[in-house]
């Protein structure tokens, strides 16, 4: 199950890096340029486990994705504060967690969206029983 959500999800995580270029505001997620990257880069390495990493390798590495993911979902929606974000079109945020003001900025949709993430690849994780063989 690690395998396979690793790839499914390494690549949503491609495709939303590219169109977050195109629609920055895309399902009122604050996709600036630094955020991209972070999808595409993430993408990558999931796609990686998924695809070229042992059972136990991407079983891990959902673990670790799944705790960073769910804890930057949750502090994002206890720290984040009301205000206007720096991608055009979005409207104001009460949650809103600037880690880089104008560079790297996260509202309640990318909280919901990280948090969920997080479970999923908990799940994953968790529900992937790593044989002897594959260490």
Excluded: W
């Amino acid at each position: 199950m690690a395998k396979t959500v690793a790839t499914f999800v390494g690549v949503v995580f491609i495709l939303v890096g590219i169109c977050g270029f195109l629609a920055p505001g895309l399902l009122g997620a604050h996709l600036t340029v630094a955020h991209n990257l972070v999808h595409l880069i993430s993408g990558a390495v999931s796609l990686y486990f998924g695809m070229k990493g042992t059972l136990a390798q991407a079983r891990l590495f959902c673990i670790v994705f799944g705790i960073v993911y769910g804890l930057l979902g949750v502090i994002g929606m206890v720290a984040g504060t009301p205000g206007d974000p720096s991608v055009p079109h979005l409207a104001h945020d009460n949650h809103l967690l600037k880690l880089i003001p104008g560079t790297l900025e996260f509202g309640t949709v990318d909280h919901y969206i990280h948090i969920l993430l997080g479970v999923i690849y908990l799940i994953a994780g968790f529900m992937t029983k790593a044989r002897a063989t594959d260490v």
